[in-house]
């Protein structure tokens, strides 16, 4: 079953919906863990999405002469 759709929402365009990663830290601690960090985007700050841009009318391309 899908997930409902948000309208007044986009998919974040920098992360592309993926705002959280985990990222190995390189090594592992005495009980032999993976270390990790999580990064966030810093765009949509780790939500995924962005609000929904309003599109320019044709009056906010017209150049006044």
Do not use: K
Not at 42 to 53: A, M, N
């Amino acid at each position: 079953m899908t997930s409902p759709v948000n309208p007044h929402a986009q998919v974040c365009r920098y992360c592309n919906g993926f705002a959280s990663v985990a990222v190995s830290s390189g090594g592992r601690d005495q009980r032999g863990h993976l270390r990790t960090i999580t990064i966030d985007c810093p765009t949509c700050l780790g939500f995924g999405t962005l609000p929904v841009q309003p599109r320019p009318t044709a009056s906010a391309w017209e150049v006044a002469a």
